[in-house]
T-cell receptor, first 111, second 115 residues
Framework: SQQGEEDPQALSIQEGENATMNCSYKTSINNLQWYRQNSGRGLVHLILIRSNEREKHSGRLRVTLDTSKKSSSLLITASRAADTASYFCATESQGAQKLVFGQGTRLTINP | GAVVSQHPSRVICKSGTSVKIECRSLDFQATTMFWYRQFPKQSLMLMATSNEGSKATYEQGVEKDKFLINHASLTLSTLTVTSAHPEDSSFYIC???????????FGPGTRLTVL
């Protein structure tokens, strides 16, 4: 069953603006990961944040994790048209190797 | 580094036939591989987890006799959809993981269409 809930389901913004996507989950986790998927393609790993971390940066990406609220957010700053894609969070629970994916956010960056 | 390939990228077959999809880790040894399916505009659903040299672990609701998974080497896993039907049409994606690593690397996916 899907553990992650993501919001919004769809987000459309202008190029240059920041995009924020949120993810909530239900069980204790080892880590939470964010992936990007362009239409009809495979997934690209963006960033992993461990349960003992609160914030992580990678280029224009900033991820936060609040384990007390069982939630995470992905911020993309200074968005570009090439950022248009679906973004998924995925959690790895304690004691399990597998990832459970959220429903995803479809992000559209308008030029 | 960390490239995973899938073959074929697209396949169209007739109802009742079997289709094999290959997943390869090109530059690392994948002790664990995962198979997912994804319906249009939906998320990825894990079908099974396979560890090299042992039987796959299937998720609840996934028929192991219909979706045969083989992970015979550290760089190759195969998914065979047996007696495919139109409802099996989907996007199948594999991922691979090294021993002790946190990250799964995903293949580009295989679009299966069953007529």
């Amino acid at each position: 069953s899907q553990q992650g809930e993501e919001d919004p389901q769809a987000l459309s913004i202008q190029e240059g603006e920041n995009a924020t996507m949120n993810c909530s989950y239900k069980t204790s986790i080892n880590n939470l990961q964010w992936y990007r998927q362009n239409s009809g393609r495979g997934l690209v790993h963006l960033i992993l944040i461990r349960s003992n971390e609160r914030e992580k940066h990678s280029g224009r990406l900033r991820v936060t994790l609040d384990t007390s609220k069982k939630s995470s957010s992905l911020l993309i700053t200074a968005s570009r048209a090439a950022d248009t894609a679906s973004y998924f969070c995925a959690t790895e629970s304690q004691g399990a190797q597998k990832l459970v994916f959220g429903q995803g956010t479809r992000l559209t960056i308008n030029p | 580094g960390a490239v995973v390939s899938q073959h074929p990228s697209r396949v169209i077959c007739k109802s009742g036939t079997s289709v094999k999809i290959e997943c390869r880790s090109l530059d690392f040894q994948a002790t664990t591989m995962f198979w997912y399916r994804q319906f249009p505009k939906q998320s990825l659903m894990l079908m099974a987890t396979s560890n090299e040299g042992s039987k796959a672990t299937y998720e609840q609701g996934v028929e192991k006799d219909k979706f045969l998974i083989n992970h015979a080497s550290l760089t190759l896993s195969t998914l065979t959809v047996t007696s495919a039907h139109p409802e099996d049409s989907s996007f199948y994606i594999c991922s691979a993981r090294e021993a002790g690593a946190d990250t799964q690397y995903f293949g580009p996916g295989t679009r299966l269409t069953v007529l």
